[in-house]
Every structure is written in C-alpha cells, then in structure tokens.
C-alpha cells in the first residue's frame, strides 16, 4: 500500500503478563511497497502489568497510548482493536523479536531490535538545570475528563521576563515532542534555551498521552485549542507569572493553534508560528498527500484520482461543517465508494477489506 493512501495510525497495548526482558524499547522498520515506516513500542512494567506507548516517528507521532498487551513463553501479542492492529511476534535467542504487523488487511513482516538509544542524551540536551522546574496538572473544564500534565520551568531567583507556552505539531506528542526515530526532544532544547535566557516555559503532553488523559484519536484542532486555553487560563492564575508577556509558540499543527487562542484571548501577548500553514489547510493536505504520491512513484492516473477524491471528501465536509458527524456518514461513505471505483483493481487490492 502506497503510504500516501493509508496513513498508519495506532493505538495499542497492555499487559496480563510481564517479563524484565521484554520491557524497553523495540525498533522496527515495515516495508510498505518499498517504501519504509519505522516503528517503536516502549514497554515498561507499572504495578505488575505490562504498559506500552507506540511511536510512528516518520508520521510525527509518538507516545501514543496502547490498549492492550501480552508476553507468554516468549511469545508477544500487541493489538488495538479500534484500528484492526495485531502484532505478533516470538523473543528469539538472539534477543531480537521476528514477528508480523496486521492492520488493515496487509500482512507484513515486522522484526524488532531492543536498544537504548532513545535513553542517550544528545549533545544539545541540556546536562544541568540552573533553573526552577515543576510537574504541573491542568484541568480543561471545557473537556471533561482532560488533564494536561506538563512541566513549568522558571528562572530560579529573578522574574521571569516573560513566560511561552509550547504547543506540539500534529501526531500524539509528549512534552518534549519526542522524535524517537533521531532520539531528538525538540521543546526540551528550546524550553531549556528559553528559561535560561529569564523566560518561563510551560511545555504539556498532548492529551491522552504520556502523563495526560482524555483521547487524542477523537480530537479535533478545536479541541486541541480548548486545551490551550486551559493552559492560558491556569498561566493567569500562577502569582509570579501575573502582568508579563504571555504568549504561545505553536509548531506545525500548533502554528495554526497559536493564533485561533490569541484571537480568543486578549491577554496572549504573542505568538510564534514555526512551520506554521501560510495555507488553506486543505489545499495544504492535499499538496503534501500528491508530492509524497509522486516521490513514491505512484502511476500519476492513480495521484489524480487520489487528488480528485480528497477534493470532494473536503469540499464535501466545508459544505455541511455544521452537521453532526452521523449525519454527514452516509454522504462521505458514498463519496468515498465512488471515489474508489475509479482506481485500478491492483491499487484497490492493496487495501483489503474495506467494509
């Protein structure tokens, strides 16, 4: 399956039985009609049971909670339901897992390597902390069941000159917007850099993963934005961060977020765009889906009609944003089976069951 066509996203696992040697975390890569997504499952014992997060570092996803997981005589099973994801795979002697990824109706080959890299600090991770930090716990009242935990670095002795709150790119990110894939923590670099020039930084786990809660898979931007207004609402109650410049520094996803809290909020005194849109973000979507199509080698009948349909899917959604989701299902199933129709049998065939 060409990737521009199926955009693997996962949930997955938990434990009813552990074992230290399979705890860590494993790297693989799956072959996708030659093309390669590399894929990480970090899994750690907590109270007896076995709890694993997901990383897909080449689609900027990581820390992605898992629903459930097990570990029995050396065989290891990972599934999510929700997305028909199975893994399964056998702990050989070589300390290496050979197994298969299931989703969607492929099959593929997916063997694992344990390593320790992620664990090794970079040189431009910071070594020391001349500076405050505090673990923080912020309640969305706008979303019930959302806690958005994070940490709040702070000069330690003077005040702040200013205080930025990080807001993530798209994908399940955690507080440093953790690329496991190059062991790279991008907020953790830049909040550290910040609060060392006398600015305080408040970076956060996205919602429903790491340390926070609620569902990521079934939130939106808006609510995304909610989150952020969490945040700049609690930053306004802290004492010592009252009466400075507020403001937010959004990447990617978060420099379209940036400016639809700052619109809300009179008391954002800034904002940061990095990598931001510059445009409409369906023209955006379908400009990225049709180059990675064409760098693949895609046949370019099959980029059109690729093209085509994500036209329609949005012109469709523009058209009835108003409506709730269960009454729009029937015309974007219909559009999409249409939509199919004029692929050929070979693509057709490369993504299974689509009932």
Not at 23 to 51: P, R
Not at 130 to 154: C, K, S
Not at 254 to 273: N, T
Request: with cysteine.
């Amino acid at each position: 399956m060409k990737t521009y066509l199926l955009s693997l996203v996962f949930l997955g696992c938990c434990a009813t039985t552990f074992a230290q040697e399979i705890t860590g975390a494993w790297y693989g890569k799956l072959n996708v009609q030659g093309s390669e997504l590399s894929i990480v499952f970090h899994i750690e014992e907590v109270d007896g049971s076995l709890k694993a997060t997901l990383d897909s570092p080449d689609q900027g996803a990581t820390g992605i909670p898992t629903d459930e997981t097990t570990f029995d005589g050396g065989q290891l099973r990972i599934s999510a339901a929700a997305l028909g994801l199975v893994y399964t795979a056998e702990l050989g002697e070589d300390g290496q897992l050979k197994g298969t990824f299931n989703q969607g109706g492929m099959s593929l080959p997916l063997d694992m390597v344990k390593e320790s890299r992620s664990e090794q600090m970079r040189p431009q991770d910071p070594r020391d902390f001349p500076y405050l930090q505090e673990e923080v716990r912020i309640a969305n009242a706008e979303a019930p069941g959302v806690t958005l935990a994070g940490t709040l670095t702070m000069p330690d002795g003077e005040r702040p000159k200013a205080v930025a709150i990080l807001v993530s790119g798209s994908g399940p990110q955690n507080r440093d917007e953790e690329i496991a894939l190059f062991n790279h923590r991008p907020f953790l670099v830049l909040s550290d850099h910040l609060t060392r020039q006398g600015v305080a930084v408040l970076r956060y786990d996205d919602r429903g993963v790491a340390e926070s809660t609620g569902d990521f898979a079934s939130a939106t931007s808006a609510d995304f934005a909610s989150d952020v207004r969490a945040i700049v609402n609690y930053v306004r109650t802290r004492r010592e961060l009252k009466e400075i410049p507020l403001g937010i520094i959004g990447h990617s996803e978060g420099g379209m977020i940036a400016p639809l809290v700052a619109a809300e909020r009179s008391f954002v005194d800034y904002i940061v765009m990095l990598a931001g849109p510059g445009t409409a973000i369906d023209e955006l979507l379908i400009a990225q889906s049709t180059l990675l199509a064409e760098a693949e080698g895609t046949p370019p009948a099959e980029v059109q009609n690729n093209e085509l349909l994500m036209r329609e899917l949005y012109q469709y959604l523009k058209e009835n944003e108003r409506k709730e989701i269960e009454e729009i299902r029937p015309g974007v199933t219909e559009l999409i089976r249409t939509g199919l129709d004029r692929f050929s049998e070979e693509t057709l065939a490369e993504f299974g069951n689509l009932d």
